[in-house]
């Protein structure tokens, strides 16, 4: 399994108050990924990194932002949580991007705001 | 905008059976399809991918079809087993090279024993 660690895999809090999400790889890939899973909807790209910082937007960016400041970690922070960012948030790496290399997923952390 | 439809959204099957899970993906200019296997609290695991040059790829149990033409591909799992109960997801690359993967949303199979 690639090795990649989520933290914490679960939290609740409140609305308005700040969240902040952590993915940390060991595998030293170049490309670190945020997506969100919904029901009905598989899942969806929030922002994406292609290298320490280097990021850009995903389709669902909107209320997210992130930051990369060294090649193992990529944080994902909700500067003032809302109930629809409600969901499990899962982190991906790939050693490069395009269609030579898959992406290698960690195990989720599930946020819930209230 | 770009979009992968994958059906059924679930799918049991008798312990012993085969199953079909098909995606249908709409940028033409995608060459790259992976196939996840997600179990219940866990991250998706990648079984098996596919490139455009390649019509059929098989691992064991497990095998993927494409057909560029249509805009199809499809996972086959033979000789289920109760272990394959998971949900699967499909997804492809959107213009034959970024970043971004689109998901299909998701195929639960319950394999009965």
């Known amino acids: 399994d690639a090795g990649i660690t989520q933290s914490p895999r679960h939290k609740v809090t409140e609305t308005g108050t700040p969240v902040t999400l952590r993915c940390h790889q060991t595998e030293n890939h170049r490309y670190m990924y945020w997506y969100r899973q919904d029901p009905g909807h598989g899942l969806r790209l929030i922002h994406y990194?292609?290298?320490?910082?280097?990021?850009d937007k995903g389709e669902v960016s909107d209320g997210y932002s992130v930051s990369r400041s060294k090649t193992e970690d990529f944080l994902l922070t909700l500067e003032s949580a809302t109930s629809s960012q409600t969901s499990v948030y899962f982190c991906?790496?790939?050693?490069?991007?395009?269609?030579?290399?898959?992406?290698?997923f960690g195990d989720g952390t599930r946020l819930s705001i209230l | 905008g770009e979009n992968v439809e994958q059906h059924p959204s679930t799918l049991s099957v008798q312990e012993g059976d085969s199953a079909v899970i098909k995606c249908t993906y709409s940028?033409?200019?995608?060459?790259?399809f992976p196939w996840y296997k997600q179990e219940l609290g866990k991250g998706p695991q990648l079984i098996i991918d596919?490139?455009?040059?390649?019509g059929e790829k098989k691992d064991q149990r497990i095998a993927v079809t494409l057909n560029k033409t249509a805009k199809h591909f499809s996972l086959h799992i033979t000789e289920t087993q109760p272990e394959d109960s998971a949900v699967y997801f499909c997804?492809?690359?959107?213009?034959?090279?970024?970043?971004?993967?689109?998901f299909g949303t998701g195929t639960r199979l319950k394999v009965l024993a």
């Open positions: 991906a790496i790939s050693e490069r991007t395009g269609g030579s290399q898959p992406q290698h």
């Open positions: 596919i490139r455009s040059n390649v």
């Open positions: 990194s292609y290298g320490v910082k280097d990021t």
């Open positions: 940028d033409s200019a995608s060459n790259y």
């Open positions: 997804a492809a690359i959107l213009n034959g090279g970024t970043y971004k993967y689109i």
